[in-house]
């Protein structure tokens, strides 16, 4: 039987080497031969969705209220590089001269905002605590954090 402190590592775990060979697979073939801008606008679009971060904030999704420590700047983290993601989606759609630099600031958010998650989660929260936002850790983030890293990899590795 599996300890149920080792649940939540072994499920991000999972859909971390998931996400990746779906993202090796399948994703960076296709977006590495798309359009920059396009490219970015695909890979970007579902960090929009990081507002759900926001659900650790409601007691009653959480088994009870989430330490303020881990909550607060995991939820309002989220929530600002979902915003950054839909100004950087805008800033490419209209080719805006500052639309890589928004990029590369929207990523380096999102990627500092997972660090930080992850490092107040370990400290200031149980698997337990989580209640129905558990799904979030599990099975959200590591599509995203790969996201990341094919955004970063376009970024470098690709034509144009």
Known sequence: MIPVELILPLSVTMGLVTSGLIGAWYVWPRVRTMPMHG???????PHCFRYLGLSFLIHGVTTAPLDHR??????YGDLLTAM???????????????????VWVFSLVGIVDFLNAFARGLTFAAPGDFGAAYYIPMVVVPPLMVGHVLILARLRFGPE
């Open 84 to 102: 950054l993601g839909l100004v950087t989606i805008l800033a490419l759609r209209a080719k805006a001269r500052l639309a890589f630099p928004l």
């Open 70 to 75: 881990f909550s607060f700047p995991t939820a």
């Open 39 to 45: 490219a970015l606008i695909a890979l970007i679009f």
